[in-house]
Structures are given as C-alpha cells and as structure tokens.
C-alpha cells in the first residue's frame, strides 16, 4: 500500500509482518502478538497507523492510564461497546471487576453486527504494566480468543522482552516481533521527511545531518531529536531570512548553528528545560552553566528545611565521617593540615559513590549547617521519609533495636549545587574532595 509506505518510514519489514499476520478482515489472526524494542522505535506509531489506515475494528488502552484491573477491564470494554454501538447513539457505561465477567461482557459485546464477521484487535501499550496485576491477567489476554471462542487478537506493546513477561507456570506464547532501533540512515530519513514547506528538502536535510552529526553519539531517541530539529531549525535559517547568507551556503549556516547546538548539549534530553527557556537561552546568549540543575529533580520544589536535610544527607555521604569536626564543629582546636590531608588516600569518594550514614550524624550536620536551631520533630523526620519516597535518599538499612536506619544521598554534584544555591549555601567549601 503506497500511501501506507510514506506515512510509516523505515519500518517495512514489521509492516509486512503484521500485514501478513492480519491477514484478511474476516480470517482469524494470530491469537495474542508481542512487539517489543527500545523507547522511540515506532511500536506504538506503526501499530495505531496500520490499524487506522485499514479501518480494522480496535481498541487502544495504555496500562500505565489503567493502573487497577478494574480499570483496565472496563476501558477495554467501554471502548469496544463505543464502536459496537456507534450508529445506535450513546451506549450504556460497563462495569466489569474480574477477568470471569470480562470474558462473559466480551462476548456479548462483540456480537454486534459491525464487529461480528471480522477480526477485533486489542491493543496494550506499555504491556510491562499488566506483571504487577493479577497473576491471572495475563495468560487470560494471551488466551482470550480460545477463552471467548471470538476472532480477537491481543497486541502487547512494551520495551523489555518477552522472556521478563514468561510466568512459571506454562502460559501460551505469543507471535513475538522485535523493533530494532533507528539507525543513523533511518533517522536522516525520518527527520528530513518533516521539512518545513517554505523550505527545500535538500536545504532541511542538510540541517537534519549537521544535526545529526552533532548529537547522535549521545541521544539516539527519535522524540528528543525531533524536539531538537524544531527547536534549534529558526537559529539555522536565521542567516537566510535576514539575507546574510543563502540555502546552499553551508559553512555560514554551520559557523551560525554551532555555537547553539554546543547549548543544547549541556541539556540534551532537552525536557530538561521548557522550549520557552529555550528560546530564551538563545535570544539572551545565557551561560549555559547557567542550566545546571535544571532537570527534573531539581524543578521540584522542596520544602526550605528539606533541601538543608538533603544537603546535610549530602555531606554525609561523600565526606569521611572523621572530617565532621573540621567542616562543622566551630571551636575544634587545632588540626594539623599535614595530618589531616593525606596525599596517598586522596581517591575521590565522589568517584567512589555515596556511602551509607546513620539518622543520627545527619541531624548533626543538619544542625550545624542551619542558622536557627531546628528541633527534631515529627516534622523533620516526614521530611527525611518524603526524600526517600521521592528517591533523593536511600534507604540502606531498616531501624532495629541493635542501630537506628541508614541512608545514602543519591544525588549528583550539580543537583545538590542547584538546591544550595537557592538557600544560598556554598557547599563546595564543605566537600572533603574540594579542599
């Protein structure tokens, strides 16, 4: 199908496969097919627009959406009973709480005209879900044509591999499909299919290549690429617009775009930072250091004691426990420098990673770091539990009668620099690895 082969590029021959497992509308198709590949390798797209594009009776339901079986059940249900009774106005809402009254609601519901004499298609995204329900959810999607006697097939779409799925007990084994990632060819490809109209395709797709060039060795996600081709194209064709420079003179618009795209690297998994903060970045020509800690975990806004208690689980973690009194204790005495910094076992702990620290030293820090005496209230300690459920700490060991519990920072350098700056504290000066 031509107008099928310029919507869905690169992916020929799973498109060819799936066709043929379809078959005809009315054959009966493989009872259950698991299509599996890394995040951005088109699963998802190339199914939906397979169905679509062949006008087969389906029904798309995401398993992260539907977290309970309850609701996974009736979305399916309430989905299918839409398209039965599509001609017949509003149809009545379906309640449905186990796969028993599943199977029953199933059958009844594709006895409709409309879906009666030809294949319906279930499809499951991020099908990784369905091994945290019921243990009996999945080997009954995986029989459910022999166990509703209907012409259905289930379509599991996940990024992990069937083997993880496989439960102990014989189960029945889908047609399994592998989507490969893109390579280098396939992106080029795809990218420059998205030219802007105003703009030749050999102008764009040579945009596409510098870009390419720049970023495939670090990010080879189709999403982030595409969010970086649109976000950074205006900057490319800036010189082309004010007249400085024209569409086949390459080595301008290089020396123009390069600056930039070096920006973009420092946030690349551009989510990191809004298109507006973007757009600013480039108009203002902010230092991109500036953008350190402006990932996720770091947007996140913490309570004013909480970020002082993840800067004091911090410290704990990557500074010597024989180091405290030096950095907090005010009137210490006298250290002997040479004593204190011995050259043979100056290893980084940073490259050595976080290390586990009691409640008790933590709170000691915390106390010292704090201006105003904090008391440790019930409230501090609901901070503490609220970091680790936000996995900012790890719990490394449970509270027992022999030692209280034990944490470790799992935070990175530049994170807890961006949470210092905000209660304006100069942690450097307290890391044992910057003396």
């Known amino acids: 199908m031509p107008h099928l082969e310029n919507m869905v590029l ?11 497992l379809f078959g005809e509308r009315h054959h009966f198709s493989f009872p259950s097919i698991f299509i599996y590949g890394h995040t951005a390798s088109g699963k998802t797209y190339v199914t939906q627009t397979l169905l679509k594009t062949l006008e087969l009776p389906h029904v798309f339901v995401n398993c992260v959406e539907c977290f309970t079986l309850r609701l996974l059940l009736e979305q399916i249900l309430n989905k299918l009973n839409h398209l039965s009774s599509s001609e017949n106005g509003c149809p009545t809402e379906i309640t449905c709480e186990t796969f028993n009254d599943f199977v029953h609601l199933f059958k009844q519901v594709t006895k409709a005209e409309n879906l009666k004499d030809q294949t319906v298609y279930i499809v499951l995204d991020k099908a990784e879900c369905l091994r945290d329900m019921e243990a009996n959810l999945l080997p009954g999607f995986l029989r459910l044509q022999e166990l509703t006697d209907r012409n259905v097939t289930v379509i599991f779409l996940s990024e992990i591999v069937w083997e993880k799925f496989r439960s102990n007990t014989g189960c029945f084994e889908p047609f399994v499909l592998y989507f490969p990632d893109y390579s280098i060819g396939n992106l080029q490809k795809i990218l420059s299919h998205d030219h802007p109209p105003e703009y ?15 970023f495939y060795t670090v990010c080879r996600d189709l999403k982030e690429l ?15 617009v004010k007249g400085e420079a024209s569409e086949r003179d390459t080595r301008k ?49 913490l309570p004013y004691y909480s970020k002082f208690i993840l800067i004091a689980a911090y410290l704990a973690s990557y500074n010597p426990a024989r180091t405290d009194k030096r950095f907090f204790l005010k009137h210490h005495g006298k250290i002997k420098k040479t004593n204190f910094l011995k050259k043979h076992e100056k290893t980084s702990n940073h490259l050595l990673g976080p290390k586990p620290f009691p409640l008790d030293r933590l709170l000691a820090i915390l106390y010292s770091i704090v201006d105003s005496r904090v008391a440790p209230t019930a409230n501090i300690f609901s901070q503490i ?7 900012l700490l790890a719990l490394v060991s449970h509270d027992d009668q022999l030692g209280g519990p034990k944490y470790k920072c799992t935070v990175s350098l530049d994170f807890i620099r961006a949470i210092a700056r905000t209660v304006n504290f100069d942690i450097i000066k307290y890391l044992y690895d910057f003396l």
């Open 10 to 20: 690169c992916r020929e021959s799973q498109v060819s496969t799936l066709q043929s």
């Open 200 to 214: 030749s395709a050999d102008f764009y797709a040579a945009y596409i290549n510098i870009l390419l060039g720049v």
């Open 226 to 240: 595409r969010h970086l081709a649109v976000l950074n194209f205006p900057k490319y064709c800036e010189p082309v």
């Open 253 to 301: 618009l290089w020396r123009n775009i390069e600056p930039h795209l070096k920006k973009a690297m420092q946030t690349v998994y551009l989510r990191e930072i809004s298109s507006s903060q973007w757009e600013k970045l480039q108009k203002d020509d902010t230092d991109p250091g500036q953008l350190k800690g402006l990932s996720a975990y770091t947007h996140v806004e």
């Open 385 to 391: 539990t609220s970091l680790v459920t936000l996995q």
